[in-house]
């Protein structure tokens, strides 16, 4: 049965210009919650539609990531390619890119270039260091920038090559905070201000920097550089990952006062519950290595199955480590619906859902990714051109 129920972005018209991953993934989440999507590429489409593992040569992360998008060509570097961006941009609410900074511009599509003749438009920019500062036109990629940023410094184990987790986080949460910030442009020029139009400014190490919690306030208020700690994190005890008798791993949280003494009487360590030694978590700071090490001992004697039902019911915080086979298989992953079925090449494949949950007005997904070009002809004869027109600016390759 079809979906009909609103989303919040119904009626919100959004212009897709840049490949690959950080403005991409804004223009999914757009999607998701109702937004009209028109991806613009390039006549060879998007590199991340072949990228990673592929069905029939196309990445099964295409699906996912260009869900409910329309998808549009055009030529970017032709007079008359760009002379249709800006009818099309011109029927938009927003804008958003991910070029190097400069590129709008030189193809005469810069923010101000646009606003006059669409006044409210919001062109939200994304880049590796932002539109203004000395790296502004520096290329700058997820990897880079979560060094840059402070990510990659405190990821790892002390005294080793800092690592990096098997994912582009950089890139999907500048996707995220652009999302936020075309919101939020959207909620003031409903406000009706006087700041309709703007641009939002976002650089990938500021997304990374965004998540780097105490780090500032603790080196300049006490000289204190954050370091990397492995499976452990700096100044709170016990949170660690410990080796089950299976060789598997658990992840337990037992920092909370209450759930540090529930922890050790369930680890049959009862008199390090109760000791003065290790009341209040400064004092399980001085002692970490002690109380890991008595928690690693008793995990070693258990399967990760038995650690979980003895921490559960202590009502200790505690999880397993997943890889993508247990979360398809967890009846938690099933409750909370986080997997949505499309069709690709005539085949069935499960992509992830998108979060948040809204009750009333939930996000859903319409269509997977599309073909490139899949909706020139719907799109630009919205906009007024007729067949013949189309048919000219294909042969010409504007389009």
Known sequence: MTDNRPRPLDGIRVIEMGQLLAGPFCGTLLGYFGAEVIKVEAQAGDPIRSWRVTRDGESLWWPSLGRNKKCVTLNLKDDDGCAVARQLIDSADVLLENFRPGTL??????PEQLRETNPDLIVARISGYGQTGPLAHQPGYASVCEGFGGLRYVNGAPGERPVRP???LGDSLTGLHAAFGVVLALLEKKNDRGNAGQDIDIGLFESVYNLMEAVVPEYDGAGVVREPSGSTITGIVPTNTY???DGKYVIIGGNGESIYQRLMRAADRPEMAESERFAGNANRVIHEQEIDDALSEWTATLTLDEV???????QVPCGPIYSVREMMTDPQYQARELFEEVEVGGEPLKI?????????????TDWPGPKVGAHNREVFEELGLSIEQIEA????GAI
């Open 308 to 314: 979980l039902a003895k921490l559960q019911e202590a």
């Open 393 to 396: 600016l294909e042969a010409s």
């Open 352 to 364: 992830p859902a998108i979060l948040p949950k809204l009750v009333n007005t939930p996000g859903r």
């Open 105 to 110: 511009e030189k193809w005469g599509l810069g």
């Open 243 to 245: 080796q089950c008798k």
């Open 166 to 168: 098997n994912l582009s």
